[in-house]
């Protein structure tokens, strides 16, 4: 069984940017790919972005092209989000996962993190 710890989140002005940080432990060598997904209040969890964790191809929502960057240090069994030019929208819970596929499924992942809070101000 894996283990995922976030951590990063916080308070930040619209425009901003944020580094989320995920460390995993346990099983990790099992995990073929590692995701970021979101939920805010009220609605439904979404993919943010993943990462195949062997080769480091990324993969994000078209909501954060362009702005956020998924990246991943084997050594240290951690996988970062870099979140740049942060809109309003952007504010909810983000949780890390591990899974058996680069997907936007969250039915892929297996193992959770308990989530980092993000908020933008206007």
């Known amino acids: 069984q894996v283990q995922l710890v976030e951590s990063g989140g916080g308070l930040v002005q619209a425009g901003g940017s944020l580094r989320l940080s995920c460390v995993a432990s346990?099983?990790?060598?099992?995990?073929?790919?590692m995701g970021w997904f979101r939920q805010a209040p009220g609605k439904e969890r979404e993919f943010v972005s993943a990462?195949?964790?062997?080769?480091?191809?990324?993969y994000y929502a078209d909501s954060v092209k362009g702005r956020f960057t998924v990246s991943r240090d084997i050594a240290k069994n951690t996988m970062f989000l870099q979140m740049n030019s942060l809109k309003v929208e952007d504010t909810a819970v983000y949780f890390c996962?591990?899974?058996?596929?680069?997907?936007?499924?969250?039915?892929?992942?297996?193992?959770w993190g308990q989530g980092t809070q993000v908020t933008v101000s206007s």
């Open positions: 990462i195949r964790w062997s080769v480091g191809t990324p």
């Open positions: 346990g099983r990790v060598f099992g995990a073929y790919a």
């Open positions: 996962a591990a899974g058996s596929a680069a997907t936007s499924n969250s039915g892929n992942y297996y193992g």
